[in-house]
């Protein structure tokens, strides 16, 4: 008996705590420019009503975010995503009044935010990327080198990604958004990183795993995050993925994304207990119950942000 009344206690606590909090916190993530969420690959702005940023825009616009999640093609190349996301970057600014935007994204959507501050820097205040694909990924060097070029297996494998991709539009709001997995498989490679950082090279560390420019010389904010853990959910099915995934790494990695190929700009941290889909919140949010809860390191990037000016 005593036990649950430490526990109801604790709770009510709990309870009180975060109604103070939300309470006192109103305008924490109030950015200048409006926020816009950009997704990785085979990613989508919502499907079948779940967020692939999983409860996040939510927890943004809560505390005075003005938030859009882009809808890109799921699976292509950076270049032809970029273009996508300046148009609905020139959408927002049209709809909004505001002179820029606050790019956020994650995994490809890390190069993909990049090349929109690289051909329109006048439009984008700060790049954050999150486990972003910025030096290339090991999962898709060894994708490309078992799948040859022109060979059967590599027109199956098309065929089954092109399949489920038709069915990723439907489900997210039935755009015929046009679709290219090899391009994206291209883009991701260490060699198609390396070819792509050639033409837009800001942000991108020089070393192989330091830190970029924190303002790039185009006047744009670059700031990077990510974790470097595969299993953290023993709840979460995706994290015996994950696991399996981070076994073709050498060094650390959150499953998809070396550390140091997440490096972009300021790096806030590279050593989050969590693992590549941990960083947009998870599978409903089944993450690590010991580690910050990844919608409050959105809410801080933005505070970050306003803090900045921007």
């Not at 486990?131 to 898709?140: E, L, P």
């Not at 050593?271 to 690590?288: A, C, P, R, V």
Request: overall charge negative; hydrophobic content about 40%; proline content about 4%.
């Amino acid at each position: 008996m005593k036990s649950i009344l430490i526990s109801m206690l604790v709770s009510v606590l709990v309870f009180m705590g975060s109604a103070q909090a939300s309470s006192d916190d109103s305008g924490y993530t109030a950015t200048k420019y409006p926020i816009v969420l950009v997704h990785g690959l085979f990613g989508f702005d919502k499907l079948a009503g779940m967020d692939y940023f999983f409860g996040i825009p939510q927890a943004l616009t809560k505390s005075g975010a003005t938030v859009y999640v882009a809808q890109i093609s799921a699976a292509n190349s950076t270049e032809v995503r970029g273009e996508q996301l300046l148009k609905q970057v020139q959408e927002v600014l049209a709809i909004t009044g505001a002179k820029k935007v606050n790019l956020i994204g994650h995994s490809h959507g890390g190069p993909t935010a990049r090349y929109v501050a690289s051909v329109a820097p006048d439009l984008v205040a700060s790049v954050t990327s999150i486990g972003g694909v910025n030096k290339g990924s090991r999962i898709a060097d060894i994708v490309r080198g078992t799948l040859p070029e022109g060979s059967i297996p590599e027109a199956i494998t098309v065929k089954i990604t092109n399949a489920f991709l038709a069915l990723l539009n439907l489900l997210s709001g039935g755009q015929d958004l046009p679709q290219d997995p090899l391009k994206a498989l291209a883009s991701l490679t260490t060699q198609g990183s390396l070819e792509f950082n050639k033409k837009y090279p800001e942000g991108v560390p020089t070393s192989a795993c330091g830190e970029g420019d924190y303002v790039g010389p185009n006047g744009v904010y670059y700031y990077s995050w990510t974790g470097d853990r595969n299993f953290t959910n023993a709840l979460d099915p995706s994290d015996a993925f994950m696991v399996i995934l981070g076994l073709a790494f050498d060094g650390t990695n959150d499953g998809l994304v070396g550390t140091c190929s997440a490096h972009l700009g300021k790096v806030i941290r590279d050593d989050y207990k969590m693992n590549h889909l941990d960083e947009i919140n998870g599978l409903l949010g089944l993450t690590d119950l010991f580690e910050t809860d990844p919608k409050t390191l959105y809410r801080q990037q933005a505070n970050r942000l306003k803090l900045q000016g921007l």
